[in-house]
């Protein structure tokens, strides 16, 4: 991947999408900003079913990993929406 100087200043924001062609590096630059973020990937198949079959998942995900809407620092990424 090229590195590239951008001003991403996401901290400020409650929800934010990148759009753009596959292939491109828009997951690529999310892992490299925030490498502790919790993630769903939903091209993957058992992924997406999981969550198909029990959405309450991400509330008791992220609840365990303490997130809540004050002390969050990393953003929760749903990929391939």
């Known amino acids: 991947m090229y590195k590239r100087i ?7 924001q409650e929800t934010c999408f ?3 062609p596959r292939q491109t590096g828009k997951s690529t630059l999310l892992k490299m900003l925030f490498p502790q973020a919790i993630r769903y ?3 993957l198949s058992t992924e997406y079913q ?4 029990e959405p309450n998942i991400v509330r008791e995900q992220c609840l365990a ?4 809407a004050n002390s969050q ?5 749903i990929d391939e929406i």
């Open 18 to 20: 990148f759009w753009g």
């Open 73 to 77: 620092r990393d953003p929760i990424i």
């Open 41 to 43: 990937d939903l091209l």
């Open 50 to 53: 999981r969550l198909l079959r």
């Open 65 to 68: 990993a303490g997130v809540n």
């Open 6 to 12: 951008q001003n991403l200043d996401l901290s400020s």
